[in-house]
């Protein structure tokens, strides 16, 4: 509980002037010009005598001689600077993918709803390169906060009171750094360019879901095992991403990591490319190893092994015992030491059931369970995916853009995504080839499906009161796309007044936000 007992300058919790308010761990405080971070005592680490860690043991120091209990470096300044230090010398990426951290990192920093990189160009619109924001909050009239240098601009959107003048001058020098003038982060016809880095590793980039973030945390605490992994959930929502990372975080990042689709081959040539095949065992056929043989002292990813036929669920079964197995028409037995990580969309369980899919092979590779949500649970990371994609299709295609506009961003996040991240990055390949030179991917680029529903090729005549329906839905919704979801905005486009615009809103039953 935090309390101001009448002070001048009085006290603020996240940016907020308080008289008493409860504040939470993480919680940034001001107390006049003094700033400080309220961090949660462990209970563990009180309670321990001695610390053991490195093969060393030492006396646990007390909290008020442990030197992370320093406020000097908690304030919103330097932590963006020091984000901005780490991204741009830690991990190489595509300036967007950079910029993505940026926003991502200074949502947590700065008492903001919204932080938005923009990409400046002469004489038209700026372009959204990277946003991260708070789901839920309600759209505000002007950012509190911009700043510019060269080609780019920093929005920060923020109902606080507090001052965010103490920002301006930090987040320029990061604009600096990443402009024109530092030629390691742009190609010769202005856009960005892929900084060297190990192209072994797959990014993950960081997720604003803290159910997401959740689970890659407990994936990387399962890396460091050997026990197989089931990852479950919707098509195309990512799992052989995860599997990758698992890989990556694992002792066996250095061994080959080896996939393949259950359901991309018939019964007996997946039984072929699995287990491999000797020579003679047809005409012309020569001695190969399976994928398992070529995943030695790595990971062997099998996605969707629902659809694995029973026969080939046996064999594998032995594998995973330690038995072994033989090659299609071989004699010698072959061990290997390979991690196996499954994938499916199906409901296993239920296949387990019916007994489509062996129980005992289930509970095998089902040591670790981890389920990846569809993109529609976690549309927050929509604007990160969506220009870190757009970056990596402009350096396949040799082109330039400033970026993505705010209305084709807003048509992106309200779209339910039925096909999920692998969707998304086909959406955003191919409007990327719709572009012309140099202009920003707008809404106009996006396929009919994430524009709004179609007026015209209806089977049967519309009455005049349908006709008018279809054009109102289809107005409120390129206004809300184009005004980013501000209903202020909206009004104004429409011409309508508040109590007519919300009535509207309800009648066709499109979702809004309240404003003040």
Same mark, same amino acid.
């Given at each position: 509980?935090?309390?101001?007992?009448?002070?001048?300058?009085?006290?603020?919790?996240?940016?907020?002037?308080?008289?008493?308010?409860?504040?939470?761990?993480?919680?940034?405080?001001?107390?006049?010009?003094? #700033?400080? &971070?309220?961090?949660?005592?462990?209970?563990?680490?009180?309670?321990?005598?001695?610390?053991?860690?490195?093969?060393?043991?030492?006396?646990?120091?007390?909290?008020?001689?442990?030197?992370?209990?320093?406020?000097?470096?908690?304030?919103?300044?330097?932590?963006?600077?020091?984000?901005?230090?780490?991204?741009?010398?830690?991990?190489?990426?595509?300036?967007?993918?950079?910029?993505?951290?940026?926003?991502?990192?200074?949502?947590?920093? /700065?008492?903001?709803?919204?932080?938005?990189?923009?990409?400046?160009?002469?004489?038209?619109?700026?372009?959204?390169?990277?946003?991260?924001?708070?789901?839920?909050? %309600?759209?505000?009239?002007?950012?509190?906060?911009?700043?510019?240098?060269?080609?780019?601009?920093?929005?920060?959107?923020?109902?606080?009171?507090?001052?965010?003048?103490?920002?301006?001058?930090?987040? #320029?020098?990061?604009?600096?750094?990443?402009?024109?003038?530092?030629?390691?982060?742009?190609?010769?016809?202005?856009?960005? $360019?892929?900084?060297? $880095?190990?192209?072994?590793?797959?990014?993950?980039?960081?997720?604003?879901?803290?159910?997401?973030?959740?689970?890659?945390?407990?994936?990387?605490?399962?890396?460091?095992?050997?026990?197989?992994?089931?990852?479950?959930?919707?098509?195309?929502?990512?799992? #052989?991403?995860?599997?990758?990372?698992?890989?990556?975080?694992?002792?066996?990042?250095?061994?080959?990591?080896?996939?393949?689709?259950?359901?991309?081959?018939?019964?007996?040539?997946?039984?072929?490319?699995?287990?491999?095949?000797?020579?003679?065992?047809?005409?012309?056929?020569?001695?190969?190893?399976?994928? /398992?043989?070529?995943?030695?002292?790595?990971?062997?990813?099998?996605?969707?092994?629902?659809?694995?036929?029973?026969?080939? &669920?046996?064999?594998?079964?032995?594998?995973?015992?330690?038995?072994?197995?033989?090659?299609?028409?071989?004699?010698?037995?072959?061990?290997?030491?390979?991690? /196996?990580?499954?994938?499916?969309?199906?409901?296993?369980?239920?296949?387990?059931?019916?007994?489509?899919?062996?129980?005992?092979?289930?509970?095998?590779?089902?040591?670790?369970?981890?389920?990846? %949500?569809?993109?529609?649970?976690?549309?927050?990371? /929509?604007?990160?995916?969506?220009?870190?994609?757009?970056?990596?299709? &402009?350096?396949?295609?040799?082109?330039?853009? %400033?970026?993505?506009?705010?209305?084709?961003l807003a048509a992106m996040v309200d779209y339910r995504w039925p096909g999920n991240v692998r969707e998304l990055k086909n959406e955003?390949?191919?409007?990327?080839?719709?572009?012309?030179?140099?202009?920003?991917?707008?809404?106009?680029?996006?396929?009919?499906?994430?524009?709004?529903?179609?007026?015209?090729?209806?089977?049967?005549?519309?009455?005049?009161?349908?006709?008018?329906? &279809?054009?109102?839905?289809?107005?409120? $919704?390129?206004?809300?796309?184009?005004?980013?979801?501000?209903?202020?905005?909206? $009004?104004?486009?429409?011409?309508?007044?508040?109590?007519?615009?919300?009535?509207?809103?309800?009648?066709?039953?499109?979702?809004?936000?309240?404003?003040?």
């Amino acid at each position: 509980m935090i309390e101001d007992l009448d002070s001048k300058n009085g006290t603020y919790v996240s940016g907020r002037r308080v008289s008493r308010a409860v504040a939470a761990d993480g919680a940034l405080l001001r107390f006049g010009v003094v #700033e400080a &971070q309220l961090v949660a005592r462990s209970e563990v680490k009180d309670a321990l005598a001695v610390e053991v860690g490195g093969g060393q043991a030492s006396i646990a120091e007390t909290a008020d001689d442990a030197d992370d209990r320093s406020t000097a470096r908690v304030r919103a300044a330097d932590r963006v600077m020091a984000s901005a230090c780490e991204r741009l010398t830690g991990a190489g990426s595509h300036l967007s993918e950079i910029l993505g951290r940026l926003a991502a990192d200074w949502l947590q920093v /700065i008492p903001a709803e919204r932080v938005e990189f923009l990409r400046l160009d002469a004489g038209e619109s700026p372009a959204v390169a990277a946003s991260a924001g708070v789901p839920g909050e %309600p759209p505000l009239e002007a950012p509190a906060l911009r700043v510019e240098a060269h080609e780019l601009a920093v929005e920060i959107w923020s109902a606080s009171k507090s001052d965010l003048g103490t920002l301006r001058r930090p987040i #320029e020098l990061c604009l600096l750094a990443l402009a024109t003038e530092d030629p390691s982060l742009r190609t010769d016809d202005g856009g960005p $360019r892929a900084i060297e $880095r190990d192209t072994g590793a797959s990014p993950v980039l960081p997720s604003l879901n803290p159910a997401f973030r959740e689970l890659y945390n407990r994936a990387a605490k399962v890396a460091r095992g050997e026990i197989p992994v089931l990852i479950v959930g919707p098509s195309g929502s990512g799992k #052989e991403v995860l599997a990758h990372f698992i890989h990556e975080h694992s002792a066996r990042a250095t061994g080959p990591f080896v996939a393949i689709n259950c359901t991309a081959l018939p019964g007996e040539l997946l039984e072929v490319e699995l287990f491999g095949i000797e020579r003679g065992v047809a005409t012309g056929v020569e001695a190969r190893a399976g994928f /398992i043989e070529k995943a030695e002292g790595g990971t062997l990813f099998l996605d969707e092994i629902g659809d694995m036929p029973a026969e080939t &669920q046996a064999k594998l079964l032995r594998v995973l015992e330690g038995q072994g197995f033989y090659r299609v028409g071989g004699r010698g037995l072959i061990s290997v030491d390979v991690r /196996i990580i499954a994938a499916t969309n199906r409901p296993i369980e239920a296949l387990v059931s019916d007994g489509s899919f062996r129980g005992d092979l289930y509970h095998r590779i089902a040591s670790f369970v981890a389920g990846v %949500p569809a993109l529609s649970e976690h549309p927050e990371d /929509i604007p990160t995916l969506a220009a870190r994609f757009f970056a990596e299709e &402009q350096e396949k295609n040799r082109t330039a853009s %400033p970026g993505i506009t705010r209305a084709a961003l807003a048509a992106m996040v309200d779209y339910r995504w039925p096909g999920n991240v692998r969707e998304l990055k086909n959406e955003v390949a191919r409007a990327a080839l719709m572009i012309e030179g140099n202009e920003p991917l707008g809404l106009e680029h996006l396929s009919s499906a994430l524009q709004g529903p179609e007026e015209t090729g209806t089977s049967a005549p519309l009455s005049l009161a349908e006709a008018v329906a &279809q054009a109102e839905n289809r107005a409120f $919704r390129v206004a809300l796309a184009a005004t980013d979801g501000d209903p202020g905005r909206a $009004r104004d486009l429409l011409g309508i007044g508040k109590t007519s615009y919300y009535a509207k809103l309800k009648q066709l039953r499109i979702g809004g936000q309240e404003d003040g």
